[in-house]
């Protein structure tokens, strides 16, 4: 008889949106056991854990209850104002968490779940898919190799044309911050992460809301509350700036492609979905790529070849996040990295309300 290996337990903290595609890949996996659901909404975990038929699952409104279970992982899918909370009483709980971008609101609360994995030895890792897609790696493996030579200037983010999202996204006592950290945090996680994620110096930064708050804009302009579009120019360790742009809405189709500046070569990454009022910016997805270089004295444009067989990134964030925890491997993106992540979006909003360059102190 074939030996039978224990399920990992697995609660599910927020189930709202984004908490389906966990729940998704959760249950394409033979090793894990979704056990139970919170939510403060009432009603709402039932609901979700009904809706995958998991009748056996306990449903709660208070994360620390859904704590009491005997569980080996969480997810935690709230909204960005509550990520520290439900991390921080998951990892003191000696449970490992796989939180969902961006890692939290401010630098501190960051900080403070940084802190708590360390002192707990769980695994925290945070939910960014796009480091998985098959040519996320490509670029980062071509970056890597030195083909460009020394990286000296890095331009990304772009921008949606119209684009706003609606439910807790736009409240300020919800989601923290807007565009910024909603889209804006792929921009700089698949930027930085290609060159190595240097530790942010400086930032200079502007932000505005010019499109949520107008009503000719947007149908719920009167609960708009966070940004909607920002630019930065940022120092990195390494003799590197970063050039950084995202919105929500503008009037122009993007704010720019992806471009890595090389002593050797240049790298053009494109959205995905330009010419689309949503495909501007660099959020996720990977478009067409090109490297600019010398041959034998003349320029050249070289199209990188994209994999386009279908990948669900999704389900490669969580089963990376299972093998960590069953293999009791390290985080598979580690919050050492998204710390400065969230140390840029920190400094990007205390330039934009001082109007000042300011220092980023980690
Ligand atoms: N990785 C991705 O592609 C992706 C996509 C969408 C959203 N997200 C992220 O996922 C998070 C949630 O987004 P969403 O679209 O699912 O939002 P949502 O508003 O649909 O769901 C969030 C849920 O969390 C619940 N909640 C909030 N605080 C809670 C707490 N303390 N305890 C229990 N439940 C709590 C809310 O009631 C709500 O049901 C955000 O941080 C967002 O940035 C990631």
Known sequence: ?????????????GTGGIAHSHARAYLQ?????????????PGKARKFLDEFELNSAKDFEDHEELLKMDLDAVSVCTYNTTHAVCTINALNKGVHVLCEKPMSVTLSDAKAMDAAAKKSGKILTIGFQPRYDPNMLMIKDIIQSGTLGKVYYVQTGGGRRRGIPGGTFIDKELAGVGALADIGCYGLDMALNSIGYPKPLTV???????FGTNPKYYKDA???????FSSAFIRLEGDI???FRMSWAIHMDTMGDTIF????AGLKVKPAG???PWGGAWDGTIGPVFMYHDVCGNMAETAIPIKTQPFDRFFAKVRAFVDAVALGGEAPIPCSQILYNQAIIDGIIRSSES????????
């Open 29 to 41: 996996m033979e090793d894990v056991q979704i056990v139970g659901g919170a939510d403060i909404v």
């Open 222 to 228: 009167d609960k708009f509350t966070v940004d909607d």
């Open 204 to 210: 200079s930064a502007y932000a505005s809301s010019y």
């Open 274 to 276: 330009y010419g689309t």
């Open 261 to 264: 500046l090389g002593t050797d």
């Open 241 to 243: 700036v970063l050039d």
């Open 355 to 362: 109007g000042r360059e300011v220092t980023i102190e980690l």
């Open 1 to 13: 008889m074939a030996k039978e290996t224990k399920k990992l337990r697995v609660g599910i903290i």
